[in-house]
């Protein structure tokens, strides 16, 4: 298959099931919620050393959000209940109780129950106030700038991490360019993030290291400078390799993630150096989740 | 829906708060005219009192040309929706847990004494003790809304534990007495001492201004976010009502009641 006569691999990526919840975090003004949303979903690139992925699902006008002010909308995501708690209690707890004039409520209805006001109310020192709004409970805690209204708990879902695609290109210029047009139209997209900063990541890795101590190690089959060193996975073409890791809530919202994704990257063109898609996998033993690429980019039939 | 119809005014004292939607309103109309209400001890049929019309239906029942005879109507009512047509009489929705309640007329004394859950409309007014505490209980109201399209006698929510009780028109005395938690809301004139003995909770008032204790102290004008939500909800209920609350965008906030360490909250709108 070739879209613009960018090759798409016949392969697929290999995602495994997490724990997600989404918040909606709330300010004055669109500038101070961001600023809250930027620093709970900073350092929260890869479960393997960050705890969590998280990422800015969309911004909100003031109509879409509980209390009426301009909003940003988050997911994070972890592989256990337990680690996804305790995420959620510091992310907020150091980065949306902090900011000025921000609140943060649960951007699920459904699931299960995940403290989140429950026990961040504890700051307030025995000051803080309970609010029970139809079935829902706030906490109002007094800070220096007026309160800090966070909903008591949060909803967890199960959710899907580690869909991805590879961008295959002839220079490191022509990789950059087709992976912000695929995340410029991946973010439209609802229920997803792309955790990597910029959405981009160019450190793809495999499973394992010549050292001990090391879980992850590069990709070195991907990386270009190495393609006579090591059984390469690139064509004598291609100069750079970009990838674009995807979370979502559900199999769909990757499936169009990825559609809408490569579609963005392709767009460029074999002409303008894009060479090939393609995808991680471990081989299709590890992760239950599998995105065929070619499935994906099929051309969809009309009704 | 079922409707009963008093045939005549009632001799006495009828205890009805067996007349729910969940227990009688799926009976056929003449299982219904057979059920036995008791009146001076003695079980008497249902049908010697009312007359019946209307198709069963086990989640709407309505009560027409309700009298104060009427005992217990609404007791610990757990669902579906009563329809009391006419002015009834003491505790009405006493103990309530859920399901929904309207009053096309005024209330006397103790409206929702002690009510767990649900919604009570009332399109008059009420007597005293609305929201309180049934007798001998500690606290009172401990959830459910309680909307009041009329007025309210004195000692308004007195102890109320959780919940939310809006009134649209003016107060008797002591409007949220002893209120341990929950949230009031007064658009008209409350009267005096507002919050006397208040330990925690919020009352949102539009006047009264001068009424209250000396025992509360100011905190300032603040913009409080939970007021939106707060909005927001009473709009799903009473649209007429959420908009009166616009007023309170940024309110005066006083906190009390000192005189017994209480952290309560009056808020007063349009600041």
């Known amino acids: 298959m070739k879209i613009r006569g960018v090759l798409i691999e016949d392969t697929f990526a290999e995602a495994f099931p997490m724990k997600a919840t989404r918040l909606v975090i709330t300010a004055a003004n669109a500038t101070w919620a961001m600023h809250a949303a930027q620093a709970l979903t900073g350092f929260a690139t890869s479960v393997i050393a960050c705890g969590c992925e998280a990422g800015i699902e969309r911004t909100l006008k003031p109509a879409q959000t509980p209390d009426g002010r301009p909003g940003v909308s988050v997911l994070l995501f972890a592989t256990s209940t337990k680690e996804l708690t305790r995420q959620i209690q510091n992310r907020v707890g150091q980065c949306v109780l902090t900011a000025p004039t921000t609140a943060c409520f649960a951007g699920l209805e459904e699931g299960d129950p995940l403290p989140l006001g429950k026990a961040l109310r504890f700051f307030g020192d025995s000051y803080q106030i309970s609010k029970k709004i139809g079935s829902k409970r706030y906490w109002r805690v007094p800070v220096m700038d007026g309160e800090f209204l966070c909903e008591d708990v949060t909803r967890m879902t199960k959710a899907i991490g580690g869909g991805n695609f590879l961008i295959l290109a002839e220079t490191q210029a022509n990789a950059l360019r087709a992976s912000e047009l695929a995340v410029a139209a991946m973010r439209k997209i609802p229920e997803v993030i792309m955790p990597f900063p910029g959405g981009v990541v160019r450190s793809g890795s495999k499973v394992g290291s010549r050292y001990k101590a090391l879980p992850a190690s590069t990709n070195d089959r991907y990386c270009p400078t190495l393609k006579q060193v090591v059984d390469s996975a690139l064509p004598e073409s291609v100069g750079a390799v970009l990838e674009i890791v995807i979370d979502g809530l559900s199999v769909e919202a990757i499936n169009e993630a990825t559609r809408v994704g490569i579609t963005a990257a392709c767009s460029l063109g074999r002409e303008g150096g894009i060479v090939a898609i393609t995808a991680g996998n471990y081989g299709g033993n590890l992760g239950p989740f599998h995105f065929k690429l070619r499935d994906i980019m099929a051309p969809r039939r009309r009704r | ?271």
């Open chain 2, 1 to 271: 829906m079922i409707t009963l119809r008093l045939r005549a005014p009632l001799p006495c004292l009828l205890d009805a708060s067996g007349l729910q939607p969940s227990l009688v309103g799926g009976m056929d109309i003449t299982a219904l005219s057979q059920l036995k209400l008791h009146v001076h001890g003695k079980a008497r049929p249902l049908g010697e009192f009312f007359t019946l019309s209307g198709k069963p239906d086990n989640t709407t029942l309505c009560i027409a040309g309700v009298t104060p005879a009427l005992q217990g109507l609404g007791k610990e009512m757990r669902e579906g929706l009563l329809l009391l047509e006419g002015s009834c009489g003491d505790a009405v929705g006493a103990g309530m847990r859920g399901g929904e309640l309207r009053i096309t007329g005024d209330a006397r004394h103790r409206l929702g004494a002690g009510m767990r859950g649900g919604l009570i409309r009332v399109k008059g007014s009420v007597g005293d003790f609305a929201g309180g505490p049934l007798p001998g209980a500690v606290s009172g109201m401990r959830g459910g809304t309680l909307l009041i399209s009329g007025h309210a006698g004195a000692r308004l929510a007195d102890r109320l534990r959780r919940g939310l009780i809006l009134v649209a028109g003016d107060t008797g005395p002591a409007p949220a007495s002893q209120m341990i938690a929950g949230t009031v809301i007064i658009l008209g004139t409350p009267g005096d001492s507002p919050g006397s003995g208040m330990r925690r909770g919020s009352l949102l008032l539009k006047a009264g201004a001068d009424a209250l204790p000396p025992t509360f102290v100011p905190t300032g004008v603040h913009e409080l976010s939970f007021i939106t939500l707060l909005t927001r909800h009473l709009e799903t209920l009473d649209p007429r009502h959420a908009r009166a609350l616009r007023g309170f965008r940024s309110v005066r906030r006083w906190v009390g009641d000192r005189g017994c360490g209480g952290q309560g909250e009056i808020l007063f709108a349009g600041h």
